[in-house]
């Protein structure tokens, strides 16, 4: 079983300047499993996530992918790991000068010495994953924020990667479109048998297809485990967080001081 | 004071930490033209030809408009000083070699860093603030062969040629104003001026044309990779390379001149 992980954290800490935004993250995503992981704006997902792509060094702690630490990795020496990962960016990061196909086809041509027929048919079979197959000859902007996305998913699938990672896949978009982004997710999982890890706050979307949670609290893992486990926690923090009521033990106020102290200093 | 003397010390190590980063980007654009050159399918992937389009071609009637008319003005302000001594048949030579070794150089230089200076960091910074640089990143693309490089061939091939024209059609211009207004005559105009031209005017000028390009494309592009945040950040990171290759071009030109005929 030693091996079954296929991205594992460490002990991640970041800190920027003195704030420290991760404190020690452990977790283990699986080899063909969805790992969802939730956390509140601002607490240090975003941070995670550019670290888990080696696109941030950490202060402390180790990324494993297999058993490569990409964390020791610098410059080329990441384009292996990066040739086996697909990435879903928050607002899609599409090159708005190229067409869909040509995004598509970007890494492929990049990374291949296909002919350029057969890269024509891969981007096809890609833009058919998604359900776009007619919109090739667009451009980004011509599409909608949804469209968008899973144009930057089969993007993502081009190279037919291991691991996709999602940066808030259905933020901004409208319920529909948010589905169809979820059980796309689930789909590549299923069907491809590709490991996904998600970064979210959409709690109902995790909780319908992940096979594991992670909820990150204050730069620190609060909870793991499947939705049925994070369901039935008992630490109310989870509880608050999975209901999203604006009572409890996760504060309205964010500042530490005290109102009236703050009011009568001056 | 001391605040005035903290606001200098540190202005100046931005300016060092700017300075070597644009050295290491420098060098990563070398070593990845070579690439570029070395590989034909890169190469054909990298539009040079639509570079060249978009940084020389579409400069063209700027630069030539305003070059013939600043052959027009200097023949203009010259005559009024030879007048006086009647040596008008030093016009020719005088503005040529105005021209050729200084006014034709400096001035495409600088419309090109208006026009397309600042065009290189408004797209690579707006790149950059909506992730498309982390995505080629993360696809395992090197950001620097994929932006950097082909604007950096095309305008390295494209500002001496925009140079060359410019000098000529400032030349022409004054040609035709001494010709038809101060009666110089036109046999004697082009005889004078290819008297006076050395081989060192034409080529200090594509030299300098040559390292002007270096300039505006390396602080071009850099002031676009290093943007964060937001649109607000894009056009300062825009208002700032201007100003910067600017200020570059014109310490530089200062240098050059003196050292070819200092």
């Known amino acids: ?266 | 004071m001391k605040n005035f003397a903290g606001h200098l010390g540190r202005a100046f190590i931005t300016f060092l930490q700017d300075l070597s980063s644009l050295y290491y980007l420098f060098r990563e654009t070398v070593l990845q033209s070579f690439v570029l050159i070395t590989d034909r399918k890169k190469r054909r992937q990298a539009g040079l030809l639509t570079q060249i389009d978009e940084i020389g071609t579409q400069s063209l009637p700027l630069v030539l408009a305003v070059a013939s008319l600043l052959g027009v003005a200097m023949t203009v302000l010259i005559s009024f000083q030879l007048k006086e001594v009647g040596g008008y048949n030093y016009i020719p030579g005088l503005v040529a070699v105005a021209i050729f070794r200084e006014m034709g150089p400096l001035l495409t230089a600088l419309i090109v860093a208006g026009r397309v200076g600042a065009a290189f960091t408004a797209r690579i910074g707006t790149m950059k603030v909506s992730e498309e640089i982390l995505a080629l990143e993360t696809m395992a693309i090197n950001p620097v062969r994929f932006l950097v490089v082909q604007r950096f061939l095309g305008l390295l091939f494209s500002l001496p040629a925009l140079t060359m024209l410019a000098n000529f059609m400032a030349v022409f211009g004054g040609f035709l104003f001494g010709s038809t207004r101060l009666g110089i005559r036109p046999d004697t105009y082009v005889r004078e001026t290819l008297d006076v031209l050395t081989f060192t005017d034409v080529y200090s000028g594509v030299v300098k044309a040559g390292v002007f390009a270096v300039i505006i494309v390396m602080v071009g592009c850099y002031r676009g990779l290093v943007v964060e945040g937001g649109a607000e950040e894009v056009g300062r990171a825009t208002m700032l390379s201007v100003v910067s290759s600017t200020l570059a071009i014109i310490v530089l030109d200062t240098f050059m001149t003196g050292a070819f005929y200092g």
Do not use: W
């Open chain 1, 1 to 266: 079983m030693g091996n079954s992980h296929m991205i594992r954290a460490n002990g991640i800490k970041k800190n920027y300047g003195a704030r420290t935004v991760l404190n020690g993250i452990d977790f283990i995503a699986e080899q063909k499993k969805i790992t969802y992981i939730l956390g509140s704006s601002g607490g240090g997902k975003s941070t995670l996530l550019k670290i888990l792509i080696g696109a941030l060094k950490p202060d402390d702690g180790q990324v494993l992918y297999r058993d490569m630490d990409i964390t020791k990795l610098r410059g080329t020496g990441l384009d292996p790991f990066r040739k086996k990962i697909g990435m879903l960016f928050q607002q899609g990061a599409l090159l708005n000068s190229l067409t869909v196909g040509e995004n598509i086809s970007l890494p492929i041509r990049e990374h291949t010495p296909l002919d350029d027929n057969i890269i024509k048919i891969m981007v096809k079979m890609k833009l058919e994953l998604v359900g776009l197959r007619d919109f090739e000859d667009l451009y980004p902007g011509q599409l909608s924020g949804g469209m968008q996305k899973r144009v930057a998913l089969a993007r993502a699938l081009a190279l037919d990667p291991e691991v996709v990672f999602f940066d808030e896949p259905t933020s901004g978009l409208d319920p529909i479109a948010s589905s169809v982004i979820t059980k796309l997710i689930s789909d590549l999982n299923r069907v491809l048998g590709i490991t996904c890890i998600v970064v979210t706050h959409a709690v109902e979307e995790a909780m319908k297809i992940a096979n594991k949670i992670v909820i990150l609290y204050k730069g620190a893992v609060l909870a793991e485990g499947t939705p049925a486990e994070i369901r039935g926690s008992s630490d109310p923090i989870v509880q608050q967080f999975i209901t999203g009521s604006p009572d409890g033990p996760i504060s309205f106020h964010a500042s530490s001081r005290d109102f009236r102290e703050d009011l009568l200093v001056e």
